[in-house]
């Protein structure tokens, strides 16, 4: 088992900045990619970025490409999603979570472990 708590999320003004951490624990030993997904009211979720635990390789969707980098800390077993020039789309409850598959893959039925997720609301 693994537990993942997601923190930092809030309000902000567009073009504002925020970071996310997820502190996981448990057996994150056997966890191959550390992944964060969003999902906005009446949308579905939406993978947005991810990265394998070991070698740090990472992974994004499009719309965050540039503005949003994920990172990890092997150390406290934790990982973060730094927010930059934030968009009122950006706008969703932020999820984190953990998988065996490799990072590059962003169906989100390959996720075992999910957080309770950390609303980020960004104004115009």
């Known amino acids: 088992q693994v537990q993942l708590v997601e923190s930092g999320g809030g309000l902000v003004q567009a073009g504002g900045s925020l970071k996310l951490s997820c502190a996981a624990s448990?057996?994150?030993?056997?966890?191959?990619?550390m992944g964060w997904f969003r999902q906005a009211p009446g949308k579905e979720r939406e993978f947005v970025a991810a990265i394998n635990w070991r070698d740090g390789n990472t992974f994004y969707v499009d719309s965050v490409k540039g503005r949003f980098t994920i990172s990890r800390d092997n150390a406290k077993t934790t990982v973060y999603l730094q927010m930059s020039s934030l968009k009122p789309e950006d706008t969703a409850v932020y999820y984190c979570?953990?998988?065996?598959?490799?990072?590059?893959?962003?169906?989100?039925?390959?996720?075992?472990?999910w957080g309770q997720g950390t609303q980020v609301t960004v104004s115009s």
């Open positions: 979570a953990s998988a065996y598959s490799a990072y590059y893959d962003t169906r989100a039925d390959k996720y075992a472990y």
């Open positions: 448990g057996r994150t030993f056997i966890m191959n990619t």
